[in-house]
């Protein structure tokens, strides 16, 4: 228990930077959303390759214990193709990322429903999972399509929410830690 104190004591700093950070991230998702917005769409196209090749990965890998394994593999090109497109033309995605990550969502929620009834047989523990993943991919995917501009908007709004509530009480929790071990120190 000392140690615990003892490494509070000297670390409580990187809690504050980790809050400080976080704050500064949601204020600028809030206030400068076409920049962040620019930042979304790289990250948003590196994360879908790394999903797509792990999907990929998984499916191959899997493919003799497995009868899903197709369909893992589609999700994964799906994603592959649309992380390709936003990190190759980040400016016309940027216009576009409404659509494509509507597209995105319709097609591995429906990828993951027919997963999901699959699964049922196989799997029965996991296959509501499934089933309920695809689903809000589904419906999300249907929204984002319906109101590009807002989809993104309101992805943006909420990650910057998010990540200043997240900074706020990271600040404050840092203060307590370093409180809780000078008053340690002291008794």
């Known amino acids: 228990m000392e ?15 980790r809050g400080v950070v976080a704050v500064l991230l949601g204020l600028f998702a809030l206030f400068s959303p076409s920049t962040t917005l ?12 790394i999903d797509g090749l792990s999907a990929v990965g998984m499916a191959i ?14 999700e ?24 494509l ?9 429906a990828a993951q429903l027919v997963q999901a009834f699959a699964l049922r047989r196989e799997l029965s523990g996991v296959w509501g ?3 309920a993943s695809g689903i809000i991919g589904v419906l999300w995917g ?3 399509l319906a109101v590009p501009s807002i989809g ?13 509530a997240f900074g706020i009480w990271t600040v404050g929790l840092s203060w307590r830690i370093r409180s809780a071990a000078r008053q340690l120190l002291s008794d």
């Not at 890998?61 to 589609?74: D, F, M, N, P």
């Open 38 to 49: 620019a930042i979304f769409v790289t990250f948003f196209g590196i994360y879908a390759i």
């Open 61 to 74: 890998a899997s493919r003799k214990e497995q009868s899903l394994w197709g369909w893992l593999i589609v």
């Open 142 to 144: 249907i929204f984002v």
């Open 152 to 164: 993104i908007l309101t992805v943006l709004w909420v990650f910057g929410i998010f990540a200043l």
């Open 129 to 131: 999972w499934v089933l």
């Open 101 to 109: 990550i509507g597209f995105w969502a319709v097609l591995l929620g």
């Open 3 to 17: 140690q615990l104190y003892s490494a509070s004591r000297k670390l409580w700093w990187l809690v504050l930077l």
């Open 76 to 99: 994964g090109v799906v994603s592959v193709l649309a992380g390709l497109f936003a990190v190759s033309w980040p400016g016309k995605t940027a216009l576009i990322v409404g659509f």
